[in-house]
């Protein structure tokens, strides 16, 4: 294991593209994929590289630390008119109190599409960016 370097923090962008959730049930795009080292979430953003399309499409979006069912750290609902131009971006807010947006080496990563507000998207790819703080490492 590598072991802390003394240069501070340093801040990564995690991109994930995800196709648009298909129907208005709960479509996990992501499940617990493992970051492999330790930190903060700080931030969430999604935008839309293929325009949203979809009459009055309206989801709930959130991001959770761990499986399908873990700590809720950031969600939205996300509309039509959030993501209908190319590259608008929508910020997703951090909702998870201090403490619980830090990651360990094991800790996992899961973005959902709920079934809360669903109102079905028919087009759209989307990419979110996880912005994620950590402390530099050096080999061991």
Do not use: C
């Not at 069912?69 to 590259?87: F, I, K, M, Q």
């Amino acid at each position: 294991m590598p072991r802390f370097a003394p240069y501070g923090f340093a801040r990564d962008f995690i991109p994930l593209t995800i196709p648009f959730p298909a129907g208005a049930g709960q479509v996990t795009s992501l499940l617990s994929l493992p970051l492999g080292f330790q930190g903060t979430v700080e931030k969430v953003s999604i935008y839309s590289s293929i325009a949203a399309a979809g009459a009055g499409a309206s989801r709930t979006f959130n991001v959770r630390k761990g499986i399908a069912t873990g700590t809720v750290l950031a969600t939205a609902t996300v509309v039509l008119a959030d993501l209908s131009t190319v590259g608008a971006i929508k910020d997703i807010p951090i909702t998870a109190g201090a403490g619980a947006t830090d990651f360990a080496d094991a800790d996992t990563l899961t973005i959902e599409w709920a079934t809360a507000g669903a109102v079905a998207y028919t087009a759209g790819v989307f990419h979110v960016v996880v912005r994620v703080r950590h402390r530099v490492q050096k080999a061991a």
